[in-house]
């Protein structure tokens, strides 16, 4: 035991050893500075509450020497002697658990080595092993937005000012940053912007709601805050461009572009897929005796995708393989191949479609379908939607058939009705001899065979691509107003499609 008076210097001086010590003061008896083996230096009280051989020790922590001065902590000491002298209890010190200690970074780390590499939320794919490589997203998610901004609080701090303090953050793009990746020449950079603030903002409610899993907190405090708007694209194909697009294609395809580069674009085009579905394709998925692509694994949980003749096309001029190899393999026949956004890069830039993205191809597929008269449920089957809200975003879509519905309605009512033509002054002539009125049943039957002869002048026969229905001649039509296949009906099994 060293027993020496403290001064600055001594304070100053204390290097670590192996084992922690304590310099005792020897003009306190008592207090004493603690030197722990990683260099802290802490001064220290050790005291007896009470008095007699039986009185309990206790030591009491002062506070860090580089925080403190030497007097202050000899004055403070002092204080707490005199009080154990006289039998009183010192302050107790706040008694901090695990669950008080534990920060955002800490946070992260937990979530990553237990809870990432399974899928949360309900649906077929709840519980689930993820990919790998959407972990290793959401890990540099982490690094580069959440543990900057986030990972120094407590995770009982985080609430919602803060988590909205940091949606603008990166939102403005204040994570953005150009690093070293760990591949070779790699380069990685991140981003910010609306799209990669909701992105991260996801994934910090994911990880909250492990901390309420965990108990570390009550409630996840992401609840309630607003997604920025986002910028998402909606870009639709017209027929003239899809024409524009085959012709390219075809050139590219005799110019000796990768074979199968080529017959995975028109696959997804024809199928509205997703790339994944389409590139990963193994020959075990494909069923051409049923007409289905059966993909035991996709980003919805398993799917059946229908073969259309167009597609059969394809694969039968393909030669088939065992069921465990790829359709579309690379040359090393090693993994699929993962040439086609190159090749997709100089397609559209041949047909002058520079803002068009391969997934525009699925929205293209769906956007055709639903003016086709398709309804959401439907398109939502054909995309391998899980949830109808996901089909949503293409029923404004609809407002082209319904106006084209209301259009041709209106048509027929202002003709019917001669409505915005110009009434004709009739000359004046001596009125004409009064004729006998008719019997009550004659004058009630005339308006209704004027309304009939005038309603049947011009019947909608509906069209099934949905566009506006043509009229007919007399000979087309058939006799009788209450027909079912009268122009009311016409209209109605219009709108019905």
């Not at 001594?10 to 003061?25: C, E, H, K, M, Q």
């Not at 988590?163 to 760990?182: C, F, H, M, N, P």
């Not at 395809?253 to 674009?265: D, K, L, R």
Request: proline share 6%; with cysteine; aromatic share 6%.
């Amino acid at each position: 035991m060293q027993v020496r008076e403290l001064t600055k210097e001594i304070v100053r001086n204390a290097a670590p050893s192996a084992r922690r010590y304590v310099l005792w003061d020897a003009s306190k008896k008592g207090f004493g500075l603690r030197v722990s083996p990683n260099g802290d230096k802490t001064y220290v009280v050790k005291t007896r509450q009470g008095r007699g051989s039986f009185a309990e020790q206790r030591w009491i922590t002062i506070g860090s020497a580089t925080l403190i001065k030497l007097a202050d902590a000899r004055e403070e000491a002092t204080t707490i002697l005199a009080k154990a002298r006289t039998n009183q209890e010192p302050a107790p010190r706040p008694h901090v658990t695990f669950e008080d200690s534990v920060t955002m970074s800490k946070l992260c780390d937990m979530w990553l080595e237990k809870a990432a590499h399974r899928r949360r939320g309900r649906g077929p794919l709840a519980g689930s092993l993820r990919k790998p490589e959407y972990v290793e997203n959401d890990r540099g998610r982490i690094e580069a937005h959440i543990k900057p901004l986030l990972g120094r609080y407590k995770v009982r701090e985080i609430n919602r000012s803060k988590i909205e303090t940091y949606r603008d953050a990166v939102s403005r793009g204040e994570t953005k940053l150009t690093k070293k990746s760990q591949k070779l020449r790699g380069v990685t950079r991140v981003k910010g912007g609306e799209g990669t603030a909701n992105r991260s903002l996801s994934l910090l409610s994911t990880i909250l709601s492990f901390a309420v899993r965990e108990e570390i907190i009550d409630r996840n405090p992401c609840f309630g805050v607003e997604r920025s708007a986002g910028n998402m694209r909606e870009r639709f194909l017209s027929p003239q461009e899809f024409g524009k697009l085959g012709e390219v294609i075809a050139r590219a395809e005799t110019e000796g572009a990768n074979p199968h580069g080529i017959a995975i674009i028109r696959l997804l085009a024809l199928s509205g897929a997703r790339k994944s579905e389409i590139q990963n394709l193994t020959w075990g998925a494909v069923d051409l005796r049923t007409g289905f692509l059966r993909l035991q694994r996709s980003k919805t949980g398993p799917r059946l995708i229908l073969i259309t003749a167009a597609m059969r096309k394809i694969f039968e001029e393909m030669e088939r393989r065992d069921d465990d190899n790829w359709v579309f393999p690379n040359a090393d026949d090693t993994a699929p191949f993962d040439g086609v956004p190159k090749i997709w890069i100089g397609i559209r830039a041949a047909a002058n479609l520079c803002d068009v993205r391969l997934h525009d191809l699925r929205h293209s597929a769906a956007s055709f379908a639903l003016m086709s008269g398709v309804g959401l449920e439907v398109i939502g089957k054909l995309l391998g939607h899980s949830d109808i809200k996901t089909t949503r975003r293409y029923a404004h879509l609809a407002d082209v058939v319904v106006r084209a519905a209301a259009e041709s309605t209106a048509d027929q009512i202002a003709e019917l009705m001669k409505f915005g033509e110009p009434t004709a002054p009739e000359p004046p002539s001596s009125p004409p001899p009064a004729a006998p009125p008719p019997p009550p049943a004659a004058r009630a039957a005339a308006p209704i065979r004027a309304a009939a002869a005038a309603f049947g002048a011009r019947r909608a026969v509906a069209r099934p691509d949905g566009r506006r229905p043509v009229a007919t001649s007399a000979a087309q039509r058939s006799p009788g107003l209450g027909a079912p296949s009268g122009a009311v009906g016409g209209q109605l099994d219009m709108f019905e499609g």
